[in-house]
């Protein structure tokens, strides 16, 4: 379930405060982050934010098409191999034209 928009934009007040810190900065570095629930405010454009996506940390650079979005949107978590085809005549004669050899 979303936000209620009464309530507004939400961002962990630990992440706004490295975000503060690191636009203050000379040299940029990414910020380490588990909270994908966070909404992305203008003060985020032209940062990197490392999102965890519950297996490892992806690094999202934040644009100016992003605001408003959540950090999450944008680190998928899972990995989408592809359908299963129930024609295993054309299955095979497609792994025969890439050579590619059934394993099974």
């Known amino acids: 379930m979303s936000r209620s928009n009464k ?5 962990e007040n630990s992440l706004m405060k490295k975000v503060i810190f690191m636009s203050k900065q000379e040299k940029k570095k990414s910020i380490k982050t588990w909270s994908r629930k966070s ?4 003060e985020f454009v032209g940062l990197t934010f490392d ?20 950090l999450g949107e944008f680190v998928p978590t899972r990995v989408f191999k592809e359908h299963s085809s129930n024609n295993k005549a ?7 034209a890439t ?3 059934d394993t099974k």
């Open 7 to 11: 309530k507004g934009l939400y961002v």
């Open 51 to 70: 999102v965890y996506n519950g297996r490892k940390f992806e690094p999202v650079f934040v644009t100016s098409d992003m605001v408003g979005h959540k």
């Open 39 to 42: 909404a992305i405010f203008p």
């Open 90 to 96: 054309a299955d095979s004669k497609a792994a025969a």
């Open 99 to 101: 050579g590619v050899t």
